[in-house]
């Protein structure tokens, strides 16, 4: 959906498939081996659109992919330290400015995190290109919330950021309604793209993986899947783990950005009731983990009091699409999108307690009803086919 100015957004209407020569586009990626960032490019190469990708590295998880798009490597760099960025930025722009040809010729040029956006700011500059600028926005970093000469510095930044982009893309609306309207009072050009499921050539044909959890009767199976990053998260499912012991199992893929693997292993060992089955592919293994689980762990604490309320976290939409019921925070995005949609579970705080007394009443009977009800429509909820990359190129070849 659209905002295009600074009321309430409304919906693009996604259309037929545009038959006009392909939009060139640039790149610029913080990690090419990010899930959602290789989802992205593939949406715009399925679209057609003629493409460069300019990404950094950060060796997380997924270390060994190699990009199959055109890809140039900017170097490496790290999460929230842009301090540490500054050089490995200068060198970018060095490097970018050797394809001059590449930045002239492009329509857009799409920017992920602010010191990349700024990048492709200064590359455009130098280069003299037209192109436009697109500024996607993954998550609102805690910095930009804080009350702080720092926190004042980065919200000004972004301020001369937002009145030289041509578009600005939120993955939840709750971005702009909770930040980009009041904190920085933007009215420009607003595109909601939610990071839905995109299976690109994987069958959504349901499977025999997806319905183990129907053979698993004696306990609630919750499952923890994607970046492991919210501590928080982390006690209250010790805390269910423990009040529950084997009427209730904890499933976790992913890694821990936060407390590391070896400490996150440690807290797993400690509870007999918990697993961790390592990493994963997306979206290769995704029915196979969500078809054991009864229920995904949507709840998010990490900048507790300012991106984690605003977001729609992928998790959310992959685990629905194979049927595992969302758990989420009350009064979250997530709660809004999910009581829109009829599904999920929302709970206030103390959130352990809460989430033990509703597995404690909740019935095999109504999981089931819910869990059909989900499945019924799961397409329409949380599967990207592709009408809402095309709506975004309609949206940039129209600025």
């Not at 842009?82 to 490995?88: C, D, E, I, S």
């Not at 971005?175 to 009072?185: D, I, L, V």
Request: glycine share 8%.
């Amino acid at each position: 959906m659209t905002l295009d100015d600074g009321s309430a957004p409304v919906f693009a209407n996604p259309g037929s498939r545009d038959t006009r020569t392909p939009l060139r586009g640039v790149y610029i990626g913080a990690d090419a081996t990010n899930p959602t960032l290789i989802l992205r490019i593939r949406s715009f190469l399925r679209a057609e659109v003629d493409l460069t990708a300019f990404t950094f590295r950060r060796y997380k998880f997924n270390t060994a992919f190699q990009p199959e798009w055109e890809n140039i490597p900017l170097g490496t760099t790290v999460d929230r330290n842009y301090l540490y960025r500054l050089p490995a930025l200068a060198r970018a722009l060095w490097k970018m400015l050797r394809h001059a040809p590449r930045l002239r010729a492009a329509d857009f040029i799409y920017a992920r995190n602010l010191d990349l956006v700024v990048l492709g700011i200064l590359t455009r500059t130098f280069t003299r290109s037209r192109a436009k600028i697109v500024y996607e926005v993954e998550d609102v970093q805690e910095v930009f919330f804080k009350k702080t000469v720092t926190g004042a510095l980065f919200r000004w930044l972004e301020r001369w950021v937002l009145n030289r982009i041509d578009l600005l893309v939120v993955l939840s609306p709750g971005f702009f309604h909770g930040y980009f309207e009041p904190a920085q009072r933007y009215a420009g050009p607003c595109f909601v793209l939610e990071n839905k499921l995109q299976l690109g050539d994987l069958s959504d044909a349901p499977t025999p993986k997806g319905d183990v959890w129907k053979g698993v009767s004696d306990r609630w199976v919750i499952g923890w899947f994607g970046t492991l990053r919210c501590p928080k998260s982390l006690r209250i499912l010790e805390d269910i783990a423990t009040a529950l012991g084997p009427k209730v199992e904890i499933h976790t893929r992913g890694f821990p950005t936060e407390t590391g693997l070896d400490a996150f292993l440690r807290i797993v060992e400690r509870h007999p009731n918990w697993r961790y089955d390592g990493e994963y592919t997306i979206p290769d293994d995704l029915e196979e983990m969500y078809g054991r689980v009864h229920f995904s762990w949507c709840l998010d604490f990490l900048d507790e009091h300012g991106n984690s309320p605003l977001l729609l976290a992928c998790r959310m939409y992959q685990g629905g699409f194979y049927g595992a019921v969302p758990l989420v925070v009350a009064g979250s995005e997530m709660d809004r999108w999910l009581a829109a949609a009829g599904a999920g579970h929302a709970f206030g705080a103390p959130h352990a307690q809460s989430i033990i007394d509703f597995l404690q009443t909740v019935t095999p009977e109504d999981y089931r009803a819910e869990r059909t009800r989900i499945m019924q429509r799961r397409r329409d909820l949380f599967l990207e086919d592709g009408r809402e990359t095309v709506a975004l190129l309609q949206t940039i070849r129209e600025l």
